[in-house]
């Protein structure tokens, strides 16, 4: 189409602004789609069981590092908020000296991605994934 054609029939300069503005706003929304960052995942550590103490060691999803904690009473429970959908983590539930049994579980945005059980003083249930 030429510049000629252009200002002999104007309702195509129309259709040419038209179709090229379109296409500039759907190139626009195709790279704001495809770039933005994935929203936070709620992780959430749950554990149970009638062990009357027990210490959990957890991922915390800051760089590499984990937190130790422990527990005289059980179920417990933490959520933690991570940047971004974690590909793997630990959560290790260790029987105190005075045994029982213990039951740990781990959820990724609301997915059970690992879950295990230990009885017995020292014993360990580990829900890494």
């Known amino acids: ?47 149970s069981g009638t062990a009357t103490r027990a210490t959990v060691t957890y991922s915390t999803f800051q760089g590499v590092e984990t ?4 527990l005289t009473a059980l179920p417990w429970r933490i959520e933690i908020i991570a940047a971004e959908e974690p590909d793997h983590g630990v959560l290790t539930v260790t029987i105190g000296p005075d045994g029982g049994n213990v039951a740990c579980e781990v959820r990724v945005a609301d997915v059970v991605r690992r879950s295990a059980t230990a009885t017995d003083a020292s014993t360990s249930a580990l829900c890494s994934f």
């Open 67 to 70: 937190r130790q904690e422990e």
């Open 1 to 47: 189409m030429t510049e000629s054609d252009l200002r002999e029939h104007p309702g195509r300069r129309w259709l040419v602004i038209t179709a090229s503005a379109a296409l500039v706003l759907g190139a626009l929304v195709l790279v704001l789609l495809t770039t933005s960052p994935d929203p936070p995942v709620r992780v959430v550590y749950q554990v």
